[in-house]
């Protein structure tokens, strides 16, 4: 059996994994990247529309900073979010994203002068500031203040991912591409690497290693349809969960985005609706400014979702085979806007629809999009109960995301949290405390254990088909975890996902033995993870009895401060359970920079917390007394929640903008 | 979603497994029925859950934007992931792209020669000598520069360029469009500090450059419609004036 020995692990080639091994390598640690396909085919490329990083050049974006970031942020979040890790992620993303200027991405730049822009179905002109000339521009979207997301044309991701992936080559990052980890090798609660499956020639690996990085995004694939790629099926979570120590977070906070089209349930950018795009029901009528007279199109994406559910449910929606339908509008726009900055949606629509978005309308309906929740870690990226390992990205659950994300912050916080945790576990890799205590016969056990698993999948006779077990338990979180949630439903789907894991022990791999490159085979152990996944989710959603962001119950349609301000926590303790053990952990008003309030969306339904206004007074206060003296922005935020200690020295600088500190 | 008067459509797929000492390539056809909307993903998908779930295939965003399901569709190179069924025939031929290892059926290791091809060319701003202050404003970049950058960036490492190139059937070291435009992005970006004679020793031979015939095979099958070739004659006419200086 094969054995490596690494410093760093880190499962997972996309921007958070790629960006962990940069900074980890650069610190002078060795590290090995296991990734499922190569890092450039990653998810991360998919991201459309941009990277949120409050640099203020654009026009619209004047008197934008950290502090407007932060705030759209916890709003966003409906309070879900750890607000230190906001803080600390809102700081960072100017350094992120100029780092990544550095290294290649080409930021699409202000342009001097007048151009035309659509804002609410008008056209206006802007006037770009001379002194902006060249410095990287940023777009609308949903839930923010301030035009704050810098893109690269409609290929952010794309590019993004590109530089990344180059500057590791630059690094002589080991990448080890077309590997699997398929579970965490652990012992006394610290642990100790993986083992691997080789996808083209079946071989089990194990890697032993000081600090492991599971960075492996979300796991919208639990659900029929995903705009999330084909491999997000969320094996990083389960095999967190599966060592029984590691928990996970806010599991059933899963978002749906507006835009997938229909039917196949791509993503069309929220830049369509930034830029001034419209959504139309079936009398071409544009709704939203009834819904949510204020914010439009541009509420933040749970609430637009489920206005659009709304109407279609009122009979406003399009029939189609497929099931109903809206319309998203971006002829307005104009052919050369739509060439130039949203030419993938323009490829999407003729190579999916065989439509032209500069002419007809884009079929859309709301569709799982991104996963809050995620391995549960403190603000250093590790593991709450499972030392030495680490998580960042989608697969995490860092928490500055809370309920709710905002566009752009997703491949923000890949990036940030990236350059953050590198940093952490490059420290840790730097103490005693890292050095490897396990013995090679627990890792020739753990590598055992798996070897017997697959060999048992391979051998089952008469057993079940694992593709009916995934298309049912898809179907169910479709149908009875989506967008709208009511404890009848989701105990349905709970009985029913139950039983599917029970079912899952017999799964037999149909017609292909083989143990070398084998897709029956890896669909069958996948599987198997994905159900207790699929089972976190909508357990969570079960038990949580309230409305807080994205997680929406029919049956309580109060966000209740009161009694449900926490973090779900879900962990897996033995192998015979059917249900995960779940627990929660207080989000603590009392160290809240901006305590919980109204977001300013729809109507106020908050069962608010007695502590809420206790805390919003001594910030009220500390905040008065401090401008009385003069005090500066930064010199408030610190008397309020100081966050800066936390970060790495190198990241505590103040950041530079137009106008401010340069 | 089973109508009346759907075509049936008989795809044949080029079907080799290299893992098992038994096995030999062949073709082998299975029938599907055409639906509203079906894709070559929708297509394979189905055939493995439902005919032979050993079927070889790479998909990663199945939307024409990760590069990962390229393959020959009745002998061109293309991404299958965005190729409609109802822009085909009833008769359709599906083969792994050549040139690149064979993992198995449909299945390709690109990811193997392109990394090589990165490290190659060296495929990342080089500007050592520049001190990054994350703290500091980003350096400026002319709005049309950045959007000429980005057009050349926008490749995705399919290989579909790679299977549709003459050269490099006669030269395995040939670097391919992929490589040469790739070349032609960062001699564009003033970020990267290298010379034309440090690019000159990366491509200014038979392997690069000076290999090219001119066939336009690339550009043809290029799914992003890159300027491939454009690029190739301004780059040989560029590497021409390097070494005459």
């Known amino acids: 059996m094969k054995i490596i020995y690494t410093d760093s692990l880190i499962i997972g080639g996309g921007l958070a994994g790629l960006r962990v091994a940069t900074g980890v390598k650069e610190r002078g640690h060795d ?8 890092p450039k085919r990653s998810h991360s490329a998919a991201a459309q529309g941009g990277m949120q990083a409050s640099l203020a050049n654009s026009k619209m974006g004047e008197g934008d900073n950290e502090d407007v970031h932060f705030s759209d942020t916890i709003k966003g979040s409906d309070w879900g979010a750890d607000q230190e890790v906001a803080r600390m992620f809102t700081h960072c993303a100017p ?21 035309q822009s659509v804002i609410n179905a008008k056209k206006v002109t802007i006037t770009e500031r001379d002194e902006a000339h060249g410095l990287i521009t940023a777009r609308d979207f949903g839930g923010t203040k301030k035009w704050r997301t810098c893109y690269t044309s409609d290929g952010t991701g794309h590019s993004m991912l590109y530089a990344m992936d180059n500057k590791a080559h630059e690094d002589k990052i080991e990448m080890h591409e077309r590997l699997e980890a398929i579970s965490l090798i652990h012992e006394n609660g610290r642990c100790y690497g993986a083992v691997a499956r080789n996808l083209m020639n079946g071989e089990l690996v194990a890697y032993v290693s000081k600090a492991t990085t599971i960075a492996t995004g979300g796991y919208g694939r639990i659900y029929s349809v995903s705009t999330n790629a084909v491999i997000c099926q969320g094996i990083g979570q389960a095999i967190a969960l599966e060592t029984g120590v590691a928990t996970l977070g806010n599991m059933e906070a899963i978002q749906f985005h507006p835009t997938a089209i229909v039917p196949v349930g791509i993503l069309t950018t929220e830049g369509c609706r930034g830029d001034g795009g419209l959504l139309l029901d079936k009398d071409g009528y544009r709704f939203m400014p009834d819904y949510e007279p204020e914010k439009k199109e541009l509420a933040s994406r749970d609430v637009v979702s489920r206005r659009m559910t709304e109407h279609i449910r009122k009979g406003k929606g399009v029939k189609s085979r497929y099931g109903d339908h809206l319309w998203l509008d971006i002829t307005i726009l104009g052919r050369a806007h739509i060439e130039k900055n949203l030419r993938e949606v323009k490829e999407i629509c003729e190579n999916f629809l065989g439509i032209d978005p500069a002419v007809d309308w884009i079929p859309v309906r709301p569709t799982q999009h991104y996963s809050m929740g995620g391995i549960r870690t403190k603000f250093t990226g590790e593991s709450q109960t499972l030392k030495g390992l680490y998580s960042c990205g989608e697969a995490a659950c860092w928490d500055m995301h809370g309920f709710n994300r905002l566009g752009g912050n997703s491949v923000s916080e890949t990036v940030v949290a990236g350059m953050l945790v590198g940093e952490y576990i490059s420290d840790y890799l730097d103490s005693d405390d890292s050095d490897i205590k396990i013995n090679t016969a627990v890792v020739e056990e753990a590598l055992k254990t798996e070897a017997d698993k697959l060999e048992a999948l391979l051998k089952k006779e008469n057993g079940e088909d694992a593709y009916i077990l995934r298309r049912r338990m898809e179907e169910i979180m479709m149908e009875k975890v989506g967008i709208f949630r009511n404890g009848d439903d989701l105990q349905d789907a709970v009985n029913e996902l139950s039983e599917l894991l029970k079912r899952s022990e017999n799964i ?17 152990y996948r599987t198997q993870k994905m159900l207790k996944v699929a089972l976190c989710v909508a357990y969570g959603a079960l038990l949580r009895k309230e409305s807080r962001g994205a997680h929406s119950r029919e049956d309580y349609l109060e966000r209740d401060d009161e009694n449900w301000l926490k973090r779900t926590i879900t962990s897996w303790e033995s192998k015979e359970q059917v249900l995960p053990t779940v627990s929660y952990e207080d989000i603590d008003i009392s160290k809240m920079e901006i305590p919980p309030g109204f977001r300013g969306y729809g109507k106020d339904l908050t069962n ?9 007074k001594i910030v009220d206060d500390i905040t008065e007394k401090l401008e009385a003296k003069g005090a500066s922005r930064f010199d408030i935020q610190n008397a309020l929640m100081p966050f800066i200690d936390k970060l790495p020295k190198k990241y505590q600088g103040i950041n530079e903008r137009l106008g401010e500190n340069v | 979603m089973s109508e009346e008067n759907n075509r049936i459509l008989k795809i044949s797929i080029l079907r080799f497994d290299p893992n098992d000492p038994e096995d030999f390539p062949h073709m082998q056809t299975f029938e599907v029925e055409e639906a509203d909307g079906m894709t070559l993903f929708i297509a394979l998908n189905e055939i493995r859950e439902h005919h032979d779930n050993s079927l070889k295939f790479d998909f990663v965003c199945r939307a024409g934007i990760c590069g990962s399901c390229s393959m020959l569709v009745n002998g061109t190179p293309t991404l299958a992931c965005k190729t409609l069924t109802s822009k085909l025939g009833v008769n359709i031929s599906l083969a792994p792209l050549p040139l690149f290892e064979l993992i198995g059926d449909l299945s390709i290791y690109t990811g193997k020669w392109m990394r090589y091809l990165n490290q190659h060319l060296e495929t990342w701003i080089h500007n050592k000598e520049k001190e990054l202050n994350v703290d500091k404003l980003e350096e400026r970049m002319e709005p049309e520069l950045a959007d000429e950058i980005y057009e050349l960036e926008r490749c995705i490492e399919c290989g579909c360029c790679v299977a549709g190139c003459g050269t490099i059937q006669m030269r395995q070291e040939f670097v391919g469009a992929v490589g040469l435009n790739k070349i032609a992005r960062y001699h564009l970006d003033p970020r990267d500090m290298r010379s034309d004679e440090e ?3 990366l491509i200014g031979n038979e392997d690069g450059v000076f290999g090219c015939m001119t066939l336009l095979g690339c550009e043809d099958v290029c799914p992003k419609s890159l300027p491939l070739q454009t690029k190739i004659a301004y780059l040989r006419r560029m590497m021409i004036k390097t070494s005459m200086k």
């Open chain 2, 199 to 201: 690019f000159y020793k």
């Open chain 1, 508 to 524: 037999e791999v149909f017609r292909s033995k083989s143990k070398a490159a084998n897709p029956a085979l890896v669909n069958a």
């Open chain 1, 608 to 616: 608010t917390h007695p502590d809420s206004q206790e805390r919003q």
């Open chain 1, 31 to 38: 590290v090995i990247v296991l990734t499922l396909v190569p």
């Open chain 1, 95 to 115: 350094k992120a994203i100029r780092e990544l200027a550095q290294w290649g991405v080409p930021w699409t730049r202000v342009q001097r002068g007048d151009r």
